[in-house]
């Protein structure tokens, strides 16, 4: 079966400095990756989707940005984080099909200080 | 504009008073309408999807319908255990796989 693995589960990091969350799925290849963000009370924002290794459309300008250096393995990152950049991150994948569901990990809450 | 919303945004209900959650959307070429369940902290959970308007699908106390224009989030006999927010998604041309959220209902159930 498939698994999707995402951390940490929690981070606290001060203005300025930098980010990386990881995400892998296991059990599938080639699927389609997502990085959401989901502030308080919100509903979720894409930021970043992937159908393919070094492939990634962006969504939102930001602060963020995202990589894909092997098939199953989604990363976001910035160089400098601020603070508009606190939020509860998902990474998601799904088959690639139309039609298909998302099957979401479960999360880092990012507080940024 | 394309959007998705949905109502309320909190609902409180004693054990075993039933109610709906509603999703409304403004889409073209809808494609699919999938409701998630989040429990605080968590990833969303993945609970139905519907297709076409008349649909209807069940899952112990839920029942999730589709007309064209929304859809409802029937729960009946709620136990304290549903307690959640409820977040509806729909997929439509134009967006290709990517699914647009809407804000969510805290739904509360008190024993």
């Known amino acids: 079966s498939q698994t999707i693995h995402q951390w940490p589960a929690t981070l606290v990091q001060p203005v300025g400095s930098p980010l990386s969350l990881e995400c892998t799925v296991e059990?599938?290849?080639?699927?389609?990756l997502y990085w959401y963000r989901q502030a308080a009370g919100r509903g979720l924002q894409l930021l970043f989707y992937?159908?393919?290794?070094?492939?990634i459309s962006s969504e939102v300008p930001q602060n963020l940005s995202a990589s894909r250096p092997q098939d199953r393995q989604f990363i976001l990152s910035s160089k400098k984080l601020l603070l508009s950049d606190s939020g509860f991150y998902l990474c998601?994948?799904?088959?690639?099909?139309?039609?298909?569901?998302?099957?979401f990990g479960s999360g880092t809450q990012l507080s940024v200080l | 504009e394309d959007q998705v919303t949905q109502s309320p945004e909190a609902l409180r209900l004693q054990e075993g008073e039933s109610s709906s959650l509603n999703c409304s959307y403004t889409?073209?070429?809808?494609?699919?309408l999938f409701w998630y369940r989040q429990d605080p902290g968590k990833g969303p959970e993945f609970l139905f999807t519907?297709?076409?308007a008349g649909e209807e699908k069940e899952k112990e106390r839920l029942k999730a319908t589709l007309t064209k224009k929304e859809s409802f989030l029937h729960i009946t006999a709620p136990k304290p255990e549903d307690s959640a927010t409820y977040l509806c998604?729909?997929?439509?041309?134009?967006?290709?796989?990517?699914?647009?959220f809407g804000a969510g209902t805290i739904l509360r159930v008190k024993s």
């Open positions: 998601a994948w799904s088959p690639g099909q139309l039609r298909e569901k998302l099957f």
């Open positions: 059990g599938t290849s080639n699927p389609n």
């Open positions: 992937s159908v393919g290794i070094g492939q």
């Open positions: 889409v073209s070429g809808l494609r699919g």
């Open positions: 519907l297709y076409s």
């Open positions: 998604a729909v997929q439509a041309s134009g967006y290709g796989n990517k699914l647009v």
